[in-house]
Protein backbone atom coordinates (compact mmCIF):
# COMPACT_ATOMS: atom_id res chain seq x y z
CA UNK A 1 0.00 0.00 0.00
CA UNK A 2 1.51 2.95 -1.06
CA UNK A 3 1.47 6.50 1.71
CA UNK A 4 1.06 9.58 1.13
CA UNK A 5 1.76 12.80 3.33
CA UNK A 6 -1.56 13.47 5.03
CA UNK A 7 -1.15 17.17 5.06
CA UNK A 8 -3.40 17.75 7.52
CA UNK A 9 -3.58 18.37 11.42
CA UNK A 10 -5.54 16.45 14.26
CA UNK A 11 -8.37 18.19 14.30
CA UNK A 12 -8.83 17.73 10.48
CA UNK A 13 -7.95 13.57 10.94
CA UNK A 14 -10.36 13.81 14.10
CA UNK A 15 -12.65 15.32 11.63
CA UNK A 16 -12.88 12.38 8.91
CA UNK A 17 -12.72 9.54 11.97
CA UNK A 18 -16.10 10.55 13.35
CA UNK A 19 -17.90 11.30 9.86
CA UNK A 20 -16.49 7.76 9.28
CA UNK A 21 -18.33 6.99 12.94
CA UNK A 22 -21.43 8.11 11.97
CA UNK A 23 -21.71 5.94 9.04
CA UNK A 24 -20.39 2.72 10.01
CA UNK A 25 -22.73 3.22 13.20
CA UNK A 26 -25.90 3.65 10.71
CA UNK A 27 -24.60 0.85 8.72
CA UNK A 28 -23.73 -1.42 11.10
CA UNK A 29 -27.22 -0.34 13.01
CA UNK A 30 -29.09 -1.41 9.69
CA UNK A 31 -27.58 -4.77 9.06
CA UNK A 32 -28.33 -5.76 12.82
CA UNK A 33 -32.16 -4.97 11.82
CA UNK A 34 -31.69 -6.78 9.08
CA UNK A 35 -30.20 -10.11 10.43
CA UNK A 36 -31.09 -9.58 13.49
CA UNK A 37 -28.60 -9.34 15.48
CA UNK A 38 -26.28 -6.84 17.40
CA UNK A 39 -23.98 -5.36 15.60
CA UNK A 40 -20.98 -3.31 16.46
CA UNK A 41 -18.12 -1.31 14.96
CA UNK A 42 -14.55 -0.53 15.89
CA UNK A 43 -13.26 2.90 16.30
CA UNK A 44 -12.16 4.25 12.61
CA UNK A 45 -9.46 4.35 11.17
CA UNK A 46 -7.93 6.54 8.24
CA UNK A 47 -5.42 5.16 5.69
CA UNK A 48 -4.04 6.88 2.68
CA UNK A 49 -3.77 4.72 -0.32
CA UNK A 50 -4.27 3.95 -4.27
CA UNK A 51 -6.70 2.02 -5.38
CA UNK A 52 -4.40 -1.58 -5.35
CA UNK A 53 -4.13 -0.72 -1.61
CA UNK A 54 -7.76 -1.24 -1.51
CA UNK A 55 -7.62 -4.76 -1.45
CA UNK A 56 -5.02 -5.10 1.42
CA UNK A 57 -7.77 -4.18 3.52
CA UNK A 58 -9.28 -7.35 3.47
CA UNK A 59 -5.93 -9.17 6.07
CA UNK A 60 -5.04 -13.05 5.56
CA UNK A 61 -4.91 -15.08 2.59
CA UNK A 62 -6.33 -13.91 -0.97
CA UNK A 63 -9.77 -16.01 -0.41
CA UNK A 64 -13.06 -14.95 -2.08
CA UNK A 65 -14.24 -11.49 -1.15
CA UNK A 66 -16.95 -9.95 -1.66
CA UNK A 67 -17.40 -6.57 -2.02
CA UNK A 68 -20.35 -4.46 -2.06
CA UNK A 69 -19.44 -0.79 -3.85
CA UNK A 70 -21.82 2.07 -3.90
CA UNK A 71 -20.58 5.81 -5.52
CA UNK A 72 -21.91 9.16 -4.35
CA UNK A 73 -22.40 11.99 -6.16
CA UNK A 74 -23.34 15.33 -5.13
CA UNK A 75 -21.96 17.77 -2.98
CA UNK A 76 -19.41 15.55 -1.68
CA UNK A 77 -18.25 12.46 -4.37
CA UNK A 78 -17.57 9.25 -2.72
CA UNK A 79 -16.80 5.38 -2.68
CA UNK A 80 -18.33 3.20 -0.58
CA UNK A 81 -17.41 0.05 0.10
CA UNK A 82 -18.83 -2.78 2.38
CA UNK A 83 -16.22 -5.52 2.49
CA UNK A 84 -16.92 -9.18 3.87
CA UNK A 85 -15.58 -12.57 3.11
CA UNK A 86 -17.87 -14.91 0.56
CA UNK A 87 -18.54 -17.15 3.41
CA UNK A 88 -20.29 -14.27 5.60
CA UNK A 89 -21.82 -12.63 3.15
CA UNK A 90 -23.83 -16.15 2.60
CA UNK A 91 -24.11 -16.18 6.34
CA UNK A 92 -25.55 -12.53 6.10
CA UNK A 93 -27.92 -13.33 3.79
CA UNK A 94 -28.67 -16.95 6.01
CA UNK A 95 -29.50 -15.07 9.18
CA UNK A 96 -31.89 -12.48 6.83
CA UNK A 97 -34.00 -15.26 5.69
CA UNK A 98 -33.20 -18.88 7.54
CA UNK A 99 -35.20 -20.66 4.61
CA UNK A 100 -35.21 -18.90 1.84
CA UNK A 101 -31.94 -17.22 0.91
CA UNK A 102 -30.34 -17.79 -2.04
CA UNK A 103 -27.19 -20.17 -2.07
CA UNK A 104 -24.10 -19.11 -3.77
CA UNK A 105 -23.43 -22.63 -4.65
CA UNK A 106 -26.71 -23.16 -6.19
CA UNK A 107 -27.45 -19.61 -7.73
CA UNK A 108 -24.64 -17.32 -7.84
CA UNK A 109 -26.83 -14.94 -9.69
CA UNK A 110 -29.51 -14.95 -6.95
CA UNK A 111 -26.97 -14.66 -4.56
CA UNK A 112 -25.29 -11.87 -6.66
CA UNK A 113 -28.75 -9.95 -6.77
CA UNK A 114 -29.44 -10.36 -2.93
CA UNK A 115 -26.22 -9.14 -2.00
CA UNK A 116 -26.18 -6.16 -4.15
CA UNK A 117 -29.76 -5.59 -2.39
CA UNK A 118 -27.89 -5.93 1.34
CA UNK A 119 -25.03 -3.66 -0.79
CA UNK A 120 -27.77 -0.98 -1.64
CA UNK A 121 -29.45 -1.30 1.98
CA UNK A 122 -26.36 -0.70 4.00
CA UNK A 123 -24.20 1.69 1.66
CA UNK A 124 -27.21 4.09 1.45
CA UNK A 125 -27.40 3.93 5.41
CA UNK A 126 -24.45 5.03 5.85
CA UNK A 127 -24.47 7.93 2.72
CA UNK A 128 -27.64 8.85 4.36
CA UNK A 129 -26.22 9.04 8.16
CA UNK A 130 -23.20 11.37 6.94
CA UNK A 131 -25.70 13.50 4.42
CA UNK A 132 -27.61 14.34 7.83
CA UNK A 133 -24.62 15.02 9.85
CA UNK A 134 -23.31 17.43 7.40
CA UNK A 135 -26.14 18.37 6.01
CA UNK A 136 -25.42 17.62 2.23
CA UNK A 137 -27.03 16.44 -0.75
CA UNK A 138 -26.08 12.94 -1.83
CA UNK A 139 -27.42 10.82 -4.87
CA UNK A 140 -26.30 7.87 -5.45
CA UNK A 141 -24.95 6.58 -8.43
CA UNK A 142 -24.84 3.17 -8.71
CA UNK A 143 -24.54 -0.30 -6.33
CA UNK A 144 -22.58 -3.39 -7.45
CA UNK A 145 -21.56 -6.57 -5.43
CA UNK A 146 -18.37 -7.54 -7.00
CA UNK A 147 -17.12 -10.96 -6.03
CA UNK A 148 -13.09 -11.75 -6.51
CA UNK A 149 -9.75 -11.98 -4.91
CA UNK A 150 -8.58 -9.13 -3.56
CA UNK A 151 -7.11 -8.12 -7.13
CA UNK A 152 -10.36 -9.05 -8.68
CA UNK A 153 -11.46 -6.47 -5.96
CA UNK A 154 -9.54 -3.81 -6.90
CA UNK A 155 -10.50 -4.09 -10.92
CA UNK A 156 -14.64 -4.39 -10.42
CA UNK A 157 -14.01 -0.81 -7.67
CA UNK A 158 -11.65 0.72 -10.52
CA UNK A 159 -12.37 -0.69 -13.96
CA UNK A 160 -8.67 -0.48 -15.99
CA UNK A 161 -10.39 1.18 -18.20
CA UNK A 162 -11.41 4.49 -16.38
CA UNK A 163 -9.21 6.61 -14.74
CA UNK A 164 -8.29 5.82 -11.13
CA UNK A 165 -7.77 9.46 -9.32
CA UNK A 166 -5.54 9.12 -6.20
CA UNK A 167 -5.04 8.66 -3.63
CA UNK A 168 -7.74 8.45 -1.47
CA UNK A 169 -8.08 8.79 2.14
CA UNK A 170 -9.85 5.35 3.15
CA UNK A 171 -11.81 5.99 6.73
CA UNK A 172 -12.66 2.30 7.39
CA UNK A 173 -14.10 0.81 10.37
CA UNK A 174 -14.41 -3.10 11.03
CA UNK A 175 -18.12 -4.49 11.47
CA UNK A 176 -18.88 -7.38 13.81
CA UNK A 177 -22.05 -9.24 15.07
CA UNK A 178 -22.06 -9.78 19.21
CA UNK A 179 -20.03 -13.58 18.32
CA UNK A 180 -17.84 -12.74 15.48
CA UNK A 181 -19.71 -15.01 12.65
CA UNK A 182 -19.57 -12.41 10.68
CA UNK A 183 -16.75 -9.70 10.16
CA UNK A 184 -16.08 -7.28 7.83
CA UNK A 185 -14.91 -3.66 7.21
CA UNK A 186 -17.02 -0.53 5.84
CA UNK A 187 -15.08 1.81 3.40
CA UNK A 188 -15.46 5.72 2.83
CA UNK A 189 -13.44 6.95 -0.01
CA UNK A 190 -12.72 10.06 -0.47
CA UNK A 191 -10.20 12.20 -2.99
CA UNK A 192 -8.60 14.82 -1.43
CA UNK A 193 -11.34 17.17 -2.71
CA UNK A 194 -13.88 15.58 -0.97
CA UNK A 195 -11.63 15.43 1.81
CA UNK A 196 -10.89 19.06 2.10
CA UNK A 197 -14.71 19.43 1.46
CA UNK A 198 -16.10 17.68 4.31
CA UNK A 199 -13.27 19.70 6.42
CA UNK A 200 -14.91 22.98 5.11
CA UNK A 201 -18.70 21.84 6.13
CA UNK A 202 -17.58 20.86 9.41
CA UNK A 203 -15.54 24.12 10.21
CA UNK A 204 -19.32 25.81 9.11
CA UNK A 205 -20.92 23.85 11.32
CA UNK A 206 -18.87 24.54 14.61
CA UNK A 207 -19.43 28.34 13.37
CA UNK B 1 -29.26 26.25 34.41
CA UNK B 2 -26.08 25.59 35.98
CA UNK B 3 -25.10 22.26 35.91
CA UNK B 4 -22.41 20.16 35.62
CA UNK B 5 -21.86 18.42 32.68
CA UNK B 6 -18.82 15.69 31.53
CA UNK B 7 -18.54 15.34 27.89
CA UNK B 8 -16.70 11.67 26.79
CA UNK B 9 -16.27 10.94 23.59
CA UNK B 10 -12.99 9.97 21.69
CA UNK B 11 -14.03 12.40 18.66
CA UNK B 12 -12.70 16.33 19.28
CA UNK B 13 -14.96 17.17 17.09
CA UNK B 14 -18.24 15.19 18.67
CA UNK B 15 -16.75 16.59 22.24
CA UNK B 16 -16.55 19.79 20.91
CA UNK B 17 -19.96 20.20 19.42
CA UNK B 18 -21.88 18.73 22.53
CA UNK B 19 -19.46 21.49 24.51
CA UNK B 20 -21.23 24.14 21.93
CA UNK B 21 -24.63 23.39 22.74
CA UNK B 22 -24.27 22.48 26.26
CA UNK B 23 -22.85 25.70 26.94
CA UNK B 24 -25.42 27.97 24.86
CA UNK B 25 -27.85 26.18 27.05
CA UNK B 26 -26.08 27.46 30.15
CA UNK B 27 -24.07 24.26 31.63
CA UNK B 28 -21.07 24.26 32.60
CA UNK B 29 -18.44 21.63 31.43
CA UNK B 30 -16.44 20.28 33.93
CA UNK B 31 -14.33 18.07 32.28
CA UNK B 32 -14.00 15.84 29.08
CA UNK B 33 -12.16 12.09 28.61
CA UNK B 34 -11.36 10.78 25.39
CA UNK B 35 -12.31 6.72 26.29
CA UNK B 36 -14.34 4.46 28.98
CA UNK B 37 -10.97 4.45 31.40
CA UNK B 38 -10.93 8.48 31.42
CA UNK B 39 -14.27 8.82 31.32
CA UNK B 40 -14.78 6.73 35.10
CA UNK B 41 -11.68 8.39 36.70
CA UNK B 42 -12.65 11.79 36.32
CA UNK B 43 -16.84 11.27 36.75
CA UNK B 44 -15.50 9.60 40.64
CA UNK B 45 -12.77 13.07 40.85
CA UNK B 46 -15.40 15.43 39.16
CA UNK B 47 -18.92 14.24 40.38
CA UNK B 48 -20.62 16.21 37.47
CA UNK B 49 -24.77 16.28 37.50
CA UNK B 50 -24.76 15.13 33.96
CA UNK B 51 -22.21 12.55 31.99
CA UNK B 52 -22.81 12.60 28.09
CA UNK B 53 -21.53 8.94 26.94
CA UNK B 54 -20.08 7.91 23.65
CA UNK B 55 -20.10 4.28 23.04
CA UNK B 56 -17.53 3.42 20.59
CA UNK B 57 -14.21 4.49 21.91
CA UNK B 58 -10.58 3.06 22.59
CA UNK B 59 -9.65 1.38 25.76
CA UNK B 60 -12.70 1.14 27.80
CA UNK B 61 -16.26 1.25 25.64
CA UNK B 62 -18.80 3.29 26.37
CA UNK B 63 -21.13 0.92 27.98
CA UNK B 64 -18.28 -1.00 30.21
CA UNK B 65 -17.85 2.84 31.15
CA UNK B 66 -21.52 3.03 31.97
CA UNK B 67 -21.44 0.24 34.20
CA UNK B 68 -19.00 0.92 35.88
CA UNK B 69 -20.37 4.50 36.95
CA UNK B 70 -23.85 2.83 37.43
CA UNK B 71 -21.72 0.95 40.18
CA UNK B 72 -20.15 4.06 41.68
CA UNK B 73 -23.56 5.95 42.00
CA UNK B 74 -26.64 4.71 40.77
CA UNK B 75 -28.67 8.01 40.58
CA UNK B 76 -25.86 9.40 37.97
CA UNK B 77 -27.68 11.06 35.18
CA UNK B 78 -25.57 9.40 31.78
CA UNK B 79 -26.62 10.23 28.39
CA UNK B 80 -25.44 7.60 25.44
CA UNK B 81 -24.51 9.43 22.34
CA UNK B 82 -23.79 6.82 20.22
CA UNK B 83 -24.43 5.87 16.21
CA UNK B 84 -25.23 2.87 17.00
CA UNK B 85 -28.69 2.80 17.08
CA UNK B 86 -29.68 -0.22 17.78
CA UNK B 87 -31.83 -2.05 20.71
CA UNK B 88 -29.14 -3.28 22.60
CA UNK B 89 -27.98 0.37 23.59
CA UNK B 90 -31.74 1.59 24.04
CA UNK B 91 -32.53 -1.66 25.92
CA UNK B 92 -29.61 -0.50 28.23
CA UNK B 93 -31.13 2.74 29.35
CA UNK B 94 -35.07 1.55 29.04
CA UNK B 95 -35.66 0.89 32.37
CA UNK B 96 -33.32 3.29 34.19
CA UNK B 97 -34.53 6.31 34.74
CA UNK B 98 -31.45 8.15 35.06
CA UNK B 99 -30.12 7.09 31.87
CA UNK B 100 -31.00 8.55 28.40
CA UNK B 101 -29.68 7.48 24.57
CA UNK B 102 -29.79 9.67 21.75
CA UNK B 103 -28.24 8.39 18.29
CA UNK B 104 -25.73 10.63 16.49
CA UNK B 105 -25.71 12.49 14.56
CA UNK B 106 -28.02 14.89 16.65
CA UNK B 107 -29.21 18.34 16.58
CA UNK B 108 -29.14 21.03 19.50
CA UNK B 109 -32.77 20.13 20.00
CA UNK B 110 -32.12 16.40 20.27
CA UNK B 111 -29.41 16.82 23.14
CA UNK B 112 -31.06 19.40 24.97
CA UNK B 113 -34.46 17.63 25.49
CA UNK B 114 -32.64 14.56 26.67
CA UNK B 115 -30.77 17.05 28.84
CA UNK B 116 -33.56 18.25 30.64
CA UNK B 117 -35.59 14.88 30.70
CA UNK B 118 -32.79 13.66 33.03
CA UNK B 119 -32.12 16.67 34.92
CA UNK B 120 -35.63 17.55 35.44
CA UNK B 121 -35.14 21.07 33.94
CA UNK B 122 -37.88 23.59 32.20
CA UNK B 123 -37.30 25.00 28.94
CA UNK B 124 -37.37 27.85 30.58
CA UNK B 125 -34.38 27.11 32.76
CA UNK B 126 -31.96 28.07 30.36
CA UNK B 127 -32.33 31.54 27.64
CA UNK B 128 -30.10 30.72 24.66
CA UNK B 129 -31.33 26.91 23.13
CA UNK B 130 -31.22 26.95 19.51
CA UNK B 131 -33.51 24.35 17.91
Known amino acids: ?207 | MGQRVLIVDDSRLARATVRKYLVQAGLEVVGEAGNGREAIDMFTQLSPDLVTLDVTMPEIDGLTAFREIRKRDPSAAVILVTSLDQKFIAEEVAHDPRGGFIPKPFSSFDLLKAVRQLLNLDESDDSSVEG
Not at chain 1, 29 to 43: F, H, M, N, Q, W
Request: glycine letters at 8%; hydrophobic letters at 45%; proline letters at 5%.
Open chain 1, 1 to 207: MTSWNLEMDDDQLDSLKEVGNVGAGHAASELATLIGRKCVVSVPELTCTDAAGIGEFMKGPDTMVVALHMSVLGDIPANMLVLTRRSHAQLMLNYMSPTSAPQAEQNEEAFKLALRQLGEVLTRSFADAISHFLGTNAPYAFTEAINGGKGGIVAGVFPASEPQPGPYMAVHADFFDEEKTIQGKLVYLLSSRSQALILERIEQLLG
